[in-house]
């Protein structure tokens, strides 16, 4: 099938490398030209395993193409992706501009029969404002071409995001039209063979569940690190807590491990978007606005713990650093909770030195030169002359550290750990203090 994808951002590029492996004819747009003649080249601007090469085979067998050009885009496929962005507006609200662009430069050019699929993730009615936009614009033109608005949100993982589109769990599809359900039956068969994973509804439906899948996945969270919070003061283990209530598998294991807040491009924004739909329509979520505050106290977690460890004077002090992305196996640092150690522990005076196996560039980006951050290349080196140890992410490069080198090499034994990696008594084997979450020796623990 011809398909067309706009935005080639993290979703635009895995849905359009993906649908074009199993033989889709697939052109995708960007505005940005730099990044299309990066493309052209095989360069891919993220880094997302296992993405790298399947956009160059494809490319290379002719199936997935970039053009900066709108009218060639809309020309070309029957399906017209939506993916690009929709960052949050000053309110919370999805900014739906780049969105809206994209469906009226298709009103303008298109000359046939289009579906057009919501793919970026875009608030309940959004579906309704893009048909608007393409019918004003055909009807600007004096054409009465037939075309489709349907939604169908992206569960990808970063990290995972190949593997999540070629195995879904679930394709939501939402559309009012039988002719655009026989396209995105036909555009899904080859993901969709060993068992129906496709499932239909009504559009607003479609838009809201995408919300709803973020935002119990991010109250499940919030939710076990209050309990981590509280098994701190109450002098209880919150990884004893969640293996406990884990195997009820009503509660199932995914998704509640506790650490030092979520973040990523998806759930801070999705939970915020949420919230302020529901206040748009009169309708105050309490459990939404809960879920965000959690988590932002629980991104300042760690400072609160290297600052009461310092005696709240941490000038001069340097902290070693190991993880900088939101989370493993991407570079992606947006909303990451290691942004807020570092610009808390700058404030407050301390020097940082980093590691990220892949987040390092991406960091130089985001904070250029400065004085107080050392980028360092390996995580043996980020401990050199540092008093201690912070962990943020849980890569598998620091699993098995050499805790006896660790303890040698830090000023002071002492290691934060905001993901819950290690047994508490393997650190206080080779004499190392451990502050986890939620558990182990800490500050707030009742005697
Ligand atoms: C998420 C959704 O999982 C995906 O379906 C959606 O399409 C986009 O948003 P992603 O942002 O890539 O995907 O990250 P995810 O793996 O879900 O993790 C999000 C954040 O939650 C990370 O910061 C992670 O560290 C944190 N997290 C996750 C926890 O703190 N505890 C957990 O138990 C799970």
């Given at each position: 099938m011809k398909i067309s994808i706009f935005g080639?951002?993290?979703?635009?590029?895995?849905?359009?490398?993906?649908?074009?492996?199993?033989?889709?004819?697939?052109?995708?747009?960007?505005?940005?030209?730099?990044?299309?003649?990066?493309?052209?080249?095989?360069?891919?601007?993220?880094?997302?395993?296992?993405?790298?090469?399947?956009?160059?085979?494809?490319?290379?067998?002719?199936?997935?193409?970039?053009?900066?050009?709108?009218?060639?885009?809309?020309?070309?496929?029957?399906?017209?992706?939506?993916?690009?962005?929709?960052?949050?507006?000053?309110?919370?609200?999805?900014?739906?501009?780049?969105?809206?662009?994209?469906?009226?430069?298709?009103?303008?050019?298109?000359?046939?029969?289009?579906?057009v699929v919501d793919k970026s993730t875009v608030p309940v009615g959004t579906a309704d404002k893009v048909r608007d936009v393409v019918r004003a614009q055909l009807d600007h033109r004096g054409l009465e071409l037939e075309f489709d608005v349907v939604s169908n949100p992206e569960f990808l993982k970063e990290g995972a995001a190949v593997n999540d589109f070629m195995k879904p769990d679930r394709i939501i599809v939402g559309t009012n039209s039988d002719r655009a359900e026989e396209v995105l039956r036909e555009v899904y068969y080859p993901f969709n063979r060993s068992h129906d994973r496709m499932i239909f509804m009504d559009i607003r439906s479609a838009e809201l569940t995408k919300y709803a899948a973020n935002a119990m996945l991010a109250t499940k969270i919030s939710f076990m690190n209050e309990v981590s919070n509280l098994a701190e003061r109450l002098g209880a283990d919150v990884e004893a807590v969640r293996r406990g209530i884990g195997s009820d598998p009503r509660i199932g294991y995914h998704f509640i491990y506790?650490?030092?807040?979520?973040?990523?491009?998806?759930?801070?924004?999705?939970?915020?978007?949420?919230?302020?739909?529901?206040?748009?329509?009169?309708?105050?979520?309490?459990?939404?606005?809960?879920?965000?505050?959690?988590?932002?106290?629980?991104?300042?977690?760690?400072?609160?713990?290297?600052?009461?460890?310092?005696?709240?004077?941490?000038?001069?002090?340097?902290?070693?650093?190991?993880?900088?992305?939101?989370?493993?196996?991407?570079?992606?640092?947006?909303?990451?909770?290691?942004?807020?150690?570092?610009?808390?522990?700058?404030?407050?005076?301390?020097?940082?030195?980093?590691?990220?196996?892949?987040?390092?560039?991406e960091t130089q980006r985001i904070y250029g030169d400065r004085d107080d951050l050392q980028l360092c290349g390996t995580k043996e080196q980020a401990l050199r002359g540092a008093d201690v140890l912070v962990i943020c992410t849980e890569w598998k490069e620091f699993r098995s550290p050499d805790f006896a080198a660790i303890a040698r090499a830090l000023k002071e034994p002492v290691v934060f750990d905001g993901r819950n990696m290690y047994e508490p008594q393997m650190l206080d084997r080779h004499g190392l203090l451990y502050y986890a979450i939620g558990r182990g020796r800490n500050q707030f623990q009742v005697d």
């Open positions: 080639t951002g993290y979703v635009g590029l895995v849905t359009g490398a993906c649908l074009a492996d199993t033989g889709h004819d697939v052109l995708c747009m960007d505005v940005d030209q730099g990044k299309i003649e990066r493309l052209r080249n095989g360069q891919i601007p993220i880094y997302e395993p296992g993405l790298e090469p399947i956009v160059k085979h494809n490319a290379e067998a002719g199936r997935l193409k970039f053009t900066t050009d709108t009218a060639e885009a809309v020309a070309h496929g029957v399906l017209q992706f939506i993916a690009v962005g929709t960052p949050p507006d000053e309110d919370g609200s999805a900014d739906l501009q780049y969105v809206l662009a994209v469906a009226k430069a298709i009103g303008q050019h298109m000359e046939d029969y289009k579906v506790p650490g030092c807040g979520y973040g990523g491009s998806c759930f801070p924004k999705d939970v915020q978007a949420l919230a302020r739909t529901a206040y748009d329509c009169g309708y105050e979520s309490k459990l939404l606005n809960a879920v965000e505050a959690v988590n932002y106290a629980q991104k300042h977690v760690l400072f609160d713990k290297v600052s009461h460890y310092f005696q709240d004077d941490l000038a001069n002090k340097t902290v070693a650093l190991w993880g900088l992305s939101f989370k493993p196996n991407t570079d992606d640092m947006r909303e990451a909770p290691a942004r807020t150690l570092m610009e808390s522990l700058w404030a407050a005076g301390a020097k940082v030195q980093a590691f990220d196996p892949e987040a390092m560039e």
